[in-house]
C-alpha cells in the first residue's frame, strides 16, 4: 500500500515537473509529500523489523522457560 501510494506521488511529481523549467509551489509540495511518505514508509519498516525481533526474543524466552519447567520437573525440583 505504501509503495503503490509513494510510486503514485513520485509519478505525479515527475509529471508536474517535466513541464515547468521553475519548481512551483505545487512542485514544491509534491516533493516534500514525497519525502514525507517515503519516511513514513522507513519508519515503518524500522518498527516492523524490531517488532518481528522482539518477538522472535519472546519465542526463545518462552522455549527457555518450558525446558527450565520440564527439567525442574524431571528433577522433583518444583519449590512452588
Known sequence: M?????TALAGLTLAL???CEEDGPIEEFGESLDNA???LNDAGNDVSSELEN???????AAEDAC????DAIDNHELNC
Open 2 to 6: 505504501h509503495k503503490l501510494l509513494l
Open 17 to 19: 515537473a517535466s513541464g
Open 37 to 39: 511518505v517515503e519516511s
Open 54 to 60: 522482539a518477538g522472535e526474543e519472546m519465542a526463545d
Open 67 to 70: 525446558n527450565n519447567f520440564e
